[in-house]
């Protein structure tokens, strides 16, 4: 079943994006995306495949999510995300958990995290983000901070702010992106909560998380914030 989702990956992939897709996501030297593989498939077609195969056991998903390809890692991300629309379970959120160190790119995160984890998460205890914040992987990182995006969607916008501030002195700019962006989402569905947070941090902000949280409002008061 493995070959067969690999063959139908391959089937969609181009020559372009071979080339285009390594250099986007930081594949070389020291960064962090380094020695990522890709086949050269999009994303849509990756949800297609995703779709025709999401009958398959966790035994083949977790195959996918061990392979060096990146396309076969958001196939079986994207199988999980399918397979959890109506419920997350308990082994889907377990499972998940337990393979973080293969999520390991920012759109491999972004496009499962927030379905799975956040999902899940919604009405239960939230301590797991907290140690995931902790950890020295930047991916579990990530995870614990966009996996916010649900609760923000429900207008559950605490864990958010203490996460942002938890973690506002991360060393990689993925994390001032990630952190910025749920700032931006949660200030859409309360402005002043947002401005008050700048106000009160962001002379301790990186750069970068500063801009992309306030990037929302207008233009007179993105230069105050940015003062």
Same mark, same amino acid.
Request: proline content about 3%; hydrophobic content about 40%.
């Given at each position: 079943?493995?070959?067969?989702?690999?063959?139908?990956?391959?089937?969609?992939?181009?020559?372009?994006?071979?080339?285009?897709?390594?250099?986007?996501?930081?594949?070389?030297?020291?960064?962090?995306?380094?020695?990522? !593989? *890709? %086949?050269?498939?999009?994303?849509?077609? @990756?949800?297609?495949?995703?779709? +025709?195969?999401?009958?398959?056991?966790? #035994?083949?998903?977790?195959?996918?999510?061990?392979?060096?390809?990146?396309?076969?890692?958001?196939?079986?991300?994207?199988?999980?995300?399918?397979?959890?629309?109506?419920?997350?379970?308990?082994?889907?959120?377990?499972?998940?958990?337990?393979?973080?160190?293969?999520?390991?790119?920012?759109?491999?995160?972004?496009?499962?995290?927030?379905?799975?984890?956040? !999902? *899940? %998460?919604?009405?239960?205890?939230?301590? @797991?983000?907290?140690?995931?914040? +902790?950890?020295?992987?930047?991916?579990? #990182?990530?995870?614990?901070?966009?996996?916010?995006?649900?609760?923000?969607?429900?207008?559950?916008?605490?864990?958010?702010?203490?996460?942002?501030?938890?973690?506002?002195?991360?060393?990689?700019?993925?994390?001032?992106?990630?952190?910025?962006?749920?700032?931006?989402?949660?200030?859409?569905?309360?402005?002043?909560?947002?401005?008050?947070?700048?106000?009160?941090?962001?002379?301790?902000?990186?750069?970068?998380?500063?801009?992309?949280?306030?990037?929302?409002?207008?233009?007179?008061?993105?230069?105050?914030?940015?003062?």
């Amino acid at each position: 079943m493995t070959n067969q989702i690999y063959n139908a990956l391959v089937a969609r992939s181009d020559e372009e994006k071979k080339i285009v897709l390594p250099r986007f996501f930081k594949t070389g030297k020291g960064q962090y995306g380094e020695g990522d !593989k *890709f %086949l050269g498939v999009t994303v849509p077609n @990756i949800r297609e495949v995703a779709k +025709e195969f999401s009958n398959v056991s966790f #035994n083949v998903i977790k195959e996918l999510i061990h392979s060096p390809w990146h396309e076969m890692r958001m196939c079986a991300l994207l199988i999980l995300v399918n397979n959890s629309k109506k419920e997350v379970t308990q082994d889907t959120f377990d499972f998940y958990l337990s393979q973080t160190r293969y999520i390991n790119n920012w759109d491999l995160v972004d496009l499962s995290a927030p379905q799975i984890v956040g !999902k *899940f %998460l919604l009405d239960r205890k939230r301590d @797991i983000l907290y140690r995931l914040a +902790e950890s020295d992987l930047l991916w579990d #990182n990530r995870i614990a901070i966009v996996s916010t995006l649900t609760f923000i969607r429900n207008n559950d916008l605490d864990d958010t702010y203490l996460l942002s501030q938890k973690m506002m002195h991360h060393k990689h700019d993925l994390m001032h992106k990630a952190i910025g962006w749920m700032l931006r989402e949660a200030g859409k569905r309360n402005p002043k909560r947002l401005y008050d947070f700048i106000m009160e941090h962001k002379t301790m902000m990186p750069r970068t998380m500063l801009r992309y949280s306030i990037e929302k409002f207008d233009k007179e008061t993105r230069q105050e914030l940015m003062k």
